[in-house]
Nanobody, 125 residues
Framework: QVELVESGGGLVQAGGSLMLSCAGS????????TAWFRQAPGSEREFVAA????????GYGDSVKGRFTISKDNAKNTVYLQMNSLKPEDTAVYSC??????????????????WGQGTQVTVSS
């Protein structure tokens, strides 16, 4: 059983930066596709970024390309999301997910088996 714990959320002004962390236990995150999703009140869950095992190749949602960067530290079994140039529309609960089931694209939240509890990010204007 893989457990994921997010941290690093908070309140930031527009234009600012935050780094979110997703610490894994019970499994090696470098063995799985690991992703970040976000969900704002009244909205559907949105793909933010994903990173593949071994190759570390990454993919991003259109709304965050060029502003967010996903990375990982294998020694710490942790995946990060560096968020720069934050906008009020980035306000959401951010959750990390791991272990993509076969047949699902990495941007499809329905394909992930393990989820963290989420961390709130609020961007003020």
């Amino acid at each position: 059983q893989v457990e994921l714990v997010e941290s690093g959320g908070g309140l930031v002004q527009a234009g600012g930066s935050l780094m979110l962390s997703c610490a894994g236990s019970g499994g090696t995150l470098n063995s799985y596709v690991t992703a970040w999703f976000r969900q704002a009140p009244g909205s559907e869950r949105e793909f933010v970024a994903a990173i593949r095992p071994i190759s570390n190749s990454a993919g991003y949602g259109d709304s965050v390309k060029g502003r967010f960067t996903i990375s990982k530290d294998n020694a710490k079994n942790t995946v990060y999301l560096q968020m720069n140039s934050l906008k009020p529309e980035d306000t959401a609960v951010y959750s990390c997910a791991a272990w993509l089931s076969p047949g699902h694209d990495y941007s499809d939240h329905r394909g992930y088996v393990y989820w963290g509890q989420g961390t709130q990010v609020t961007v003020s204007s």
